[in-house]
C-alpha cells in the first residue's frame, strides 16, 4: 500500500492558502523528496464562502477545527490561524491525540511552546515551527541542525518585514513615519491595526523563540524589553546618515559570563558597513555568532504567502521523513537549562538623543552636569542654531549602563532651558 501522510489544515488566509498552493502545486516533487506522498486532507476555515489567496476545492473545505483535531485519520495538523486563542486549545488537542503539528503561529510558541514540547514528548509526537520566526528563512532549522555544535553568544536580527521597509522608506525618501505606515498599509505591507508590529511586540514574540533554542533555554516573552519605531521621525533618520549610521529595528540575544541572557528588542543606530544595514524593505535577516563558525548570517524574505508557506511544508516533509525512517525527531528535546534575563537597566551602549533648547549661556553645562550627576559620560555633542532663541543639541554618549542614562534623561527633562527630548536611541551592536 501506498505510504501516506494525511494532513488537516487549520486556517486558509494568506499562509494556509500558500500551503494548499504548494501542497497541490507541488505533489509530485514533494512525494519523491519526503519519500512518501503527502495528503491534504481537511482546511478547517471560519467563512465557507470566503474568497482565499488560491482556491481550495469544496469537498476539501469545512468549519469544525475540534472535530479535525479529533479525527483518528489525520496524521498531521498545521495550524496557520495565528493568536493565542484557539491556537493553543487546538495545539494541545492535537498532540494529546498522537498528531505531529506543525505551526507559523509566532505568539502562540513564545507563549506556550516549552508546555507544547513537553505534552509532544509526553505523547510520542513533535511541534514544528520554522514559519514562526523569519517567514522562509531557515533560522530554526539552522541553529538546531547546522549550529547545534557551537556555543552561541549572541544573535542580533532585523525580524519584521512592516517596521523595515517603513524605516527603509523613511532613509531612502526622507519621508515621516506616518505618511509611510499609511503608505504600507495600503500596499498590504501593514496591517490595519500594526501595532504589534511597529510597538515591537511581533519581534519580541520571535526574539524568545531564537533565543530559547540558541541558549538552551526557556525564555518568557514578558521578560523581554522591546519598543516600537513611533518615536522615530525623518530627523532621526537624517542625522544618523549623516554620522555614517543607518536606524533599523532590531532584536538582541547576547550570552553573558554570568549564565545570564541579554534580550532585548529596539531601534539602533547602526554603522552602515554592518552586514544588517543592507537588509532592506520587508527582507529579513538573522546575524549569528559562535564558538566555532564565527559570524554567519541568514538572510531572505521574512513574511509572505509562498516564503512562509515553504517553510511551513518544509516542516511537514520533515516529519514525513522521519517517519518513514521509523525514528523521533530531536526537537521534542526539554532538557533546559534555567537562565535569567538581564534587567534592561543593566544592559550597556552608546546612546544617541535629541533636544529642542534654549539657545542661551549655560545650557550645554547644565546638561552636561546632569549628565556627569548620572554617571554619563559625553562622547559627542553638535549644537544647532534653529528658529528664533532655539537651537537643536545632538549627543552621543560614550559606553554606559541603560539605568545611569534613564538617570541623566530624567534630570535632563527637568531642565527649564530643554523643551523637548525627542528621541534616545541606541547606538551599535
Not at 248 to 277: F, N, S, T, Y
Not at 298 to 313: D, I, L
Request: with cysteine; net charge negative.
Amino acid at each position: 500500500m501506498e505510504d501516506v501522510i494525511k494532513v488537516g489544515l487549520i486556517g486558509c488566509g494568506n499562509v494556509g492558502g500558500g500551503v494548499v498552493k504548494i501542497l497541490l502545486e507541488n505533489a509530485e516533487n514533494i512525494a519523491l523528496r519526503a519519500g512518501c506522498r503527502i495528503e491534504l486532507a481537511k482546511v478547517v476555515v471560519r467563512n465557507m464562502d470566503k474568497q482565499r489567496p488560491y482556491e481550495v476545492a469544496g469537498y476539501l473545505l469545512g468549519t469544525d477545527a475540534l472535530a479535525l483535531v479529533n479525527d483518528p485519520s489525520i496524521d498531521v495538523i498545521v495550524e496557520t490561524i495565528g493568536g493565542e486563542n484557539p491556537a493553543r486549545e487546538l495545539i494541545m488537542t492535537a498532540l494529546r491525540n498522537g498528531k505531529h503539528v506543525v505551526t507559523a503561529n509566532k505568539e502562540v510558541i513564545a507563549k506556550h511552546g516549552s508546555e507544547f514540547l513537553q505534552i509532544a514528548r509526553e505523547h510520542g509526537v513533535n511541534l514544528y515551527y520554522e514559519a514562526a520566526v523569519a517567514g522562509g528563512i531557515p533560522i530554526i532549522h539552522g541553529l538546531k541542525n547546522s549550529l547545534a555544535a557551537n556555543n552561541i553568544s549572541k544573535i542580533v536580527g532585523i525580524m519584521n518585514g512592516t517596521t523595515n521597509y517603513i524605516l527603509t522608506k523613511m532613509y531612502q525618501e526622507g519621508a515621516e513615519f506616518a505618511t509611510v505606515l499609511a503608505e504600507a498599509q495600503k500596499l498590504g505591507f501593514a496591517e490595519a491595526d500594526p501595532s504589534d508590529d511597529i510597538e515591537g511586540d511581533d519581534v519580541a514574540y520571535k526574539l524568545s523563540i531564537l533565543a530559547g533554542i540558541a541558549f538552551n533555554s526557556s525564555f518568557k516573552y514578558e521578560d523581554i524589553y522591546f519598543e516600537g519605531i513611533e518615536g522615530i521621525s525623518a530627523r532621526e533618520i537624517e542625522v544618523a546618515r549623516k554620522l555614517g549610521f543607518v536606524i533599523k529595528l532590531v532584536a538582541i540575544g547576547q550570552a553573558h559570563a554570568d549564565g545570564r541572557v541579554e534580550l532585548r528588542v529596539h531601534p539602533v543606530m547602526m554603522d552602515e558597513w554592518h552586514p544588517l544595514a543592507g537588509v532592506n524593505n520587508v527582507f529579513n535577516a538573522v546575524f549569528i555568532e559562535g564558538s566555532y563558525v564565527g559570524q554567519t548570517m541568514f538572510y531572505g524574505p521574512g513574511a509572505g504567502m509562498c516564503p512562509t508557506a515553504s517553510a511551513v511544508v518544509g516542516d511537514v516533509m520533515d516529519i514525513a521523513m522521519h517517519r518513514k525512517l521509523g525514528v523521533s525527531h530531536p526537537s521534542i528535546h526539554t532538557n533546559f537549562q534555567k537562565k535569567e534575563v538581564v534587567p534592561i537597566g543593566e544592559i550597556q551602549s552608546e546612546y544617541y538623543f535629541r533636544l529642542s533648547v534654549t539657545d542661551k549661556p549655560g545650557v550645554l553645562a547644565a546638561i552636561a552636569h546632569a549628565c556627569g550627576e548620572a554617571m554619563v559620560s559625553i562622547k559627542s555633542v553638535e549644537q544647532k542654531q534653529s528658529k528664533g532663541e532655539a537651537a537643536e543639541v545632538i549627543i552621543i554618549t560614550h559606553t554606559v549602563r541603560e539605568s545611569a542614562m534613564q538617570k541623566a534623561l530624567a534630570a535632563i527633562r527637568k531642565l527649564d532651558t530643554v523643551s523637548a527630548v525627542h528621541a534616545l536611541i541606541r547606538v551599535g551592536l
